[in-house]
C-alpha cells in the first residue's frame, strides 16, 4: 500500500521544463536579428577606428612600457630579418618624464600651456567680436562672412606656407612694407621669442573663423525679446551684453573653449610647418617634441615618445574631467 502510494506521488510530480537559454551571446544574437542594418552600417567605422585610432593607442602603450628605439627593433636589411632586442623596462619612461629627469617635459610643457591659453583666449575674444559685428544688419554681410571664413576653408598647410612667404626675412611681404617707410627689415623666424609670436599668430588666423561660426549661431539662437526687454528696463548696451549676451552665450562657449582648447593643445601643423627645423627646440610644444624624439636625431627613441603621447592624452582627459566637473557645478 505504501509503495503504491508513493509511486503515485511520484507521478504526480512533474519533471522541470528546460531552461531558455541565456547569456551574453543569445543576447549579441537577438540584437544582431532585430538591428542587423544599423550593425552593419556602424561596422565600417568602428573597423576603421580600430585600426587607426585604437591599434596605434594600445601600440604606443605598450612602446611606452619598453626601451625601444632604432636600434633595438626589428628590422629587415635587404633579405636579412633582425628581430626586436628592446625590454620591457615597467613605469621608468614614466617617471622619467614625470619627475623632470629627462630635462624636456617641464619646459615644453609650461611653454605648451602658455601657447593654449594665449591661442584660446585671443580667438575667443576676435570671435566674439566678429560674431557681434556679423550679427548685425549691414550691407555685403554675407560677403564679410565668407571673408572671414576663408581662413577655415583653406588646407592648413596652404595657409601656414603663405604665412611662411609673408615672414621670409628676404622676400616676405612684411619686410617690403617696413622698408618702404624706412625701417629696417627683420628676421621675423630668427629668435625663439619671434618664433613663439609668428606661431600664435598663425594659429589665431587659423583659429578664428570656427569660433566666429559657432558664436554666431549661439547670439542668433538667443531671443530677442530678452534685449528688448532690458533695453525697456534701461539696461545700457554694455549691461545688455553681460546680462544677457554673455549667459545667452555661454553653452557654446563652454563647447568651442573645450573642443579648442584640446585642438591647441594638440596643434602638430603649424608649429612644424612654420618653423620646420629651423628651431632651437624652445618653440616645441609637447606633441612636436614628442615627433622630434621619434623622427629626428641620431637614434630615435620610440619608447619615450610613446611616453610622451600618453602622457599628453592623460593630461587632456584629466583636463576634460576637472573641466566638465566645474561646469555641472555652476549650472
Partial sequence: MTTATMDEGARDVKAPAPRAP???????KRSWDKHWYAWAMVAPVVIVIGVLVLYPLC??????????????????????HIGATYDFVGLHNYWQVISGADGDFYPRLEWTVVWTVSCVAITYAIGLAMALLLNRPMRFRLFYR?????????PAFIG????????NSQYGVFNDIITKVGLPAQDWLGTPFAQKIAVILVNIWCGVPFMMVALLGGLQAIPGE????AEMDGATPVQRFFNVTVPGLRPVTNTVILLSTVWTFNMFPIIYLLLGNNTTGDTDILVTHAYEMAFSGGAADYAGSATYGIVILMILVAFSTFYRRQLKTQD
Avoid: C, D, K
Avoid at 601600440?59 to 636579412?80: D, K
Fill in 226 to 229: 530678452l534685449y528688448e526687454a
Fill in 146 to 154: 565668407l571673408a572671414l571664413i576663408l581662413p577655415w576653408a583653406v
Fill in 160 to 167: 601656414v606656407f603663405a604665412w611662411r612667404l609673408m615672414f
Fill in 59 to 80: 601600440y604606443g602603450l605598450y612602446l611606452s612600457f619598453t626601451n625601444a628605439n632604432e636600434r633595438n627593433v626589428a628590422q629587415n636589411i635587404g633579405p636579412i
Fill in 22 to 28: 541565456h547569456g551574453a551571446w543569445t543576447s549579441i
